[in-house]
């Protein structure tokens, strides 16, 4: 709230009441002002109106002051919740599609379960020692390096 519209609503409310005081201390008869005649009661009630307009103002100003923090607190839970709610469904997604982002990947090694030699029997043949390289599948282009 703006202490310019609070101070002058303040200020406001103060002149009037002591209007209102002056009008019963002076005022006996019937006034004009700007050719409408008032009764004491009528300048009493005039000047009350504004009072009431503007407790009236302050209090809906109030009330919409609280309704605003009361939609930014229920946005801040809401949007919290969505998020967690979002959290939750991209970890279910990648546990199902079984995916995994880079450094996951580089976690993941092969595990040896068992490792099968074969004996050296003397006179046996002794098998290559030349590197085997596997071929390619169809359709893909090696490099000659």
Known sequence: MSTTKSTSHVSLKSR???????????ITTNFTIAGTTYTPAELKALFQSEITAI?????????????????KTVSATVNEEAKALAKAKRAATRAARHTMGSVQKKAVTGNV??????PVIE??????TAPVTPEPPAGTRTQVG
């Open 55 to 71: 407790e009236a103002s302050d209090g809906m100003r109030k009330s919409l002051a609280d309704s605003v923090q009361n939609v």
């Open 113 to 118: 379960i068992a490792v099968t030699t074969t």
């Open 123 to 128: 006179g046996a043949p002794v098998p290559s």
């Open 16 to 26: 009037d009441t002591s209007v209102m005081k002056g009008i019963d201390k002076h």
